[in-house]
Structure formats: C-alpha cells, structure tokens
C-alpha cells in the first residue's frame, strides 16, 4: 500500500470526513492493542487521507478509554507523517469565546491513568517534548483558517494562534476550584484527549497540531453558565462543519508542499537502547517505529 501521508484525529463531533472518495476501512491490530475504531482511508482533491474517529464512530469511549498508542500505532502503519488533532475544548481565558478557534503550542498534562509511552519494557528512549506541536503544520492549520473564513458564516469566530491546552482525565468536568486553578497557571484551553496522544505522535515522529474548537467556558466564567455535556454538543454542530472546511484546506496545502518538521527525526537523538542489543520480542513490538535506526 502506498503510504498516507495526512492523518486526521477526529474529536467530539467529528466522527467522519466529508469529500472523501475512494473509501477504505482497515481494520488494524496493533502490538498495543486494537485502535478506537478502523481506520478510513481515501483521497480528498487527490491527495490520500487517513480518518480515525478518537472515540469510536458512536463515540462510545470515555477519555480514558481509549488506546491512544493503537491508535497513533495504527497511523504509522499507514505512513502517516502528519496527523491534525480536532479536539472539542473548553475556554480558560475571557478573550476566548466559545465557537473560537484555537491552535495551541504548548500542553499541560494532568492525567493520571493512560500509560504515555511506546516504550519500556526492554527499550528506552527520551523523545523531547519542549515544543509539542510542529510549528510549520500549525501554520499550515492557520493558513488554511483564513482561507475557509472565506467560504461559509464565520461571524464572529475568532482564531487564536497560539495558547496552551491543558489536559485532565475526565470524564467530569472541572470543579469551580479546578477551573481557576487551570487559569492560574496561564493555559487557555482544556481538554480531555490530546495527552498522551501528542507525546505518542512524537515519539513515532509524526508531525502533530491540535486544531481546538472552543465550546463552552469550562466552569470559571461567573457571567455564564457552567459546562454541561448538552452546552458543549450545542456548539458541536457548528464546530464540526468549520472543521471540515478548514481541514480540506489544510489537506490540499499539506498535499501540495508538505512542511519540513523536526519531529520527523525525533528518535535519533532520544533513543537511548540500541535496536541491536534489544530482544527480538522488543524489536518485533517496536519495528514500526524504529525501522529506520535497527
């Protein structure tokens, strides 16, 4: 099979790509397991496309329930080298309204029951994770809001280019206390699902970038009402049709120049365990990932 480059993770909302043709399922098994749901492939204006649905098509998975190393295991299977994260979150700053727009840089990790590594167990490396999200495909993502702001209603929605995401377990929302706690430390979104998935896409160095559509004001804003699951499905609708056209952008930008990303080369300096000193079992359970360094 010929290798996918785009990847997309589709969040609350989005359970399926519009346009594509030529549709494949894969149902995929992994050495981490089997993914939240098979994966769709097919072309969008020519260029291939990987879909995987981060819940399952019947978002029948918690947060915590789903295998996120399956799941960005799966992709690399399929060659993907670039993956865009569509995440429904919550808005921890005043100047971000719910149905904005943000692309965050930076993430803060409060989960406390996903194991966050395709490693151990025989194999040690120590991918870096200072700069989470590749700047040249966050561009890519912005380019292509300001290309979709042309087509459709955009009134009124903003785009924020930059801002840290903090992640919590869930599958509560955060208490009153919680919210300001996660304003105090100066994040701008929350959410429950891009760790570890962030740090996994790093480590099988895939380029990675979170397109977060606000829905709601989390629990902290006293002028408004606090997050409920029926709130946030209310914005999901409109989130999801803007995703879509914002994401058909960015697939023909990617297909057309796809960006040069040091996450790319993210194990060669973070490999620690030389594949010739690791067990056969090791090697087959990692071959995906460390093809290129055995």
């Not at 495909?137 to 280019?161: F, I, N």
């Not at 297909?255 to 056969?280: C, E, F, K, Y």
Request: net charge positive.
């Amino acid at each position: 099979m010929t290798p996918i480059r785009i990847g997309i993770i589709g969040g609350s909302g989005l359970y399926s790509m519009d346009g594509l043709t030529g549709l494949q399922e894969h149902f995929l098994s992994t050495p981490f397991g089997t993914p939240s749901d098979a994966v769709i492939t097919g072309q969008l204006q020519g260029v291939d496309v990987a879909f995987l649905a981060r819940h399952g098509r019947n978002h029948r998975l918690i947060p915590s329930e789903i295998p996120f190393r399956a799941n960005i295991h799966a992709l690399k299977q399929l060659g993907v080298q670039y993956v865009i994260s569509v995440s429904a979150v919550g808005s921890l700053r005043k100047d971000i309204a719910p149905l904005d727009i943000v692309l965050p840089g930076q993430f803060i990790d409060l989960t406390r029951q996903r194991t966050g590594t395709f490693f151990g167990q025989g194999a040690v490396a120590h991918v870096s994770m200072a700069d989470p999200v590749c700047p040249a495909l966050s561009q890519v993502l912005a380019e292509s809001v300001a290309a979709a702001r042309t087509q459709g209603d955009w009134t009124g929605v903003r785009l924020h280019p930059a801002g840290t995401y903090v992640c919590i377990e869930g599958p509560a929302f955060s208490t009153r206390a919680e919210s300001h706690w996660y304003r105090s430390l100066r994040a701008s979104v929350i959410g429950m699902t891009n760790m570890p998935e962030a740090r996994l896409a790093r480590e099988a160095e895939m380029a990675y970038a979170t397109l977060a559509l606000v829905t709601d004001w989390d629990s902290w804003n006293a002028e408004q009402a606090c997050v409920t699951a029926e709130l946030a499905v209310a914005n999901l609708n409109a989130n999801a049709q803007r995703a879509k056209a914002v994401l058909q952008q960015a697939i023909r930008r990617l297909g057309q120049n796809p960006p040069v990303s040091t996450a790319h080369d993210a194990l060669r300096a973070a490999l620690i365990t030389p594949p010739a000193v690791m067990t056969p079992e090791v090697k087959a359970r990692l071959e995906v990932l460390i093809r290129r360094y055995a």
